[in-house]
C-alpha cells in the first residue's frame, strides 16, 4: 500500500505546484464561429480604412492625399519634402486648426506624418484581403501583435482624429466604437482575412 500512497501523494503535490505556478496557456485556437465573424467584421473595417481620413494617409505613393476626393496634397508636400528638411508639423499641429483659431486650415493630432517608406501600411488600391495580410504582418506593421494592433485602432490620437477631424470634413461610414467593436471581433478571431 505504502508505494501507492505515495504516488498520490507526489501526484497531489506536482499538481498544487502546476496549479500554484501556471505555465502563460496558449492562446485557446479560436472556434470556427469566430473565425467567421473575424472575416465577416474585417470587410466593414476595411470601408474605414478606405474612407478618406484614413486613406489619405495611407496612400500608394509618397504623397498623402486630400479631401474626399484624394486629391494629392497641395504644395507638392510628399516624403521627399519632409527629407529636405520640411516636417509636416511645419503646418499641422497637435490639434485642428480651429482649435487654436484658424477655421478652414490644416487638420492636428500628435505626431502627424505618414507611416514610414519601408513599412508604409497602404491601404489605397488594395483588396480587403491584401490590407488584412499586411495589416497582422509584423514585417510590415511596425512588430505590432494583433492584441498591439486592437490598442492602436481602439486609441491612438490620430485614428481618433479621423472621427473629429476638424471643419467640414466628413467622418468614416461608422462610429469609432462600432469600429472599435469589429476590429476586436477581427482580432478575436484569430486576425483571419476575408
Ligand atoms: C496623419 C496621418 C494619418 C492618418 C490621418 C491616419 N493614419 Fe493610420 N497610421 C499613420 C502612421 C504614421 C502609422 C504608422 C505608425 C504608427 O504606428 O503610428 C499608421 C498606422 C496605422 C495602423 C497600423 C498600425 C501600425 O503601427 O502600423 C492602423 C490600423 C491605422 N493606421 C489605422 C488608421 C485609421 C483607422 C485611420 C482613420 C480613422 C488612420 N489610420 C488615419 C498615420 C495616419
Ligand atoms: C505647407 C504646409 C503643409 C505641410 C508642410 C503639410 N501639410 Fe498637410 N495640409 C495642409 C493644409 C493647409 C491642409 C488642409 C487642406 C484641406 O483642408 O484640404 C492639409 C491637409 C492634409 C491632409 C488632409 C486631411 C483630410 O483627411 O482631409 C492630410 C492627410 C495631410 N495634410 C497630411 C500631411 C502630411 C502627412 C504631411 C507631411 C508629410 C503634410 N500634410 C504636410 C498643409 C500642409
Known sequence: MKPLVWALGACALTAAVALAKPAAPPAPAPSAGAIAAGQRAFVTVVTVLKSPRCVNCH?????????????????????????????????????????????????????????????????????????????????????KSLAQLLDHATSDPIVLWGWAPGGTRTLPPISHDQFAALFKTWVDGGGACP
Open 59 to 143: 496612400p500608394a505613393g509618397d504623397r498623402p492625399l486630400q479631401g474626399d476626393d484624394g486629391h494629392p496634397h497641395a504644395q507638392n508636400i510628399s516624403r521627399r519634402t519632409v527629407a529636405a528638411g520640411v516636417p509636416c508639423s511645419t503646418c499641422h499641429q497637435t490639434r485642428n486648426s480651429e482649435a487654436v483659431g484658424v477655421p478652414g486650415g490644416p487638420p492636428g493630432a500628435p505626431s502627424w506624418g505618414l507611416p514610414p517608406a519601408d513599412m508604409p501600411m497602404v491601404f489605397q488600391g488594395k483588396t480587403a484581403t491584401e490590407i488584412c495580410e499586411q495589416m497582422k504582418d509584423p514585417a510590415r506593421n511596425h512588430g
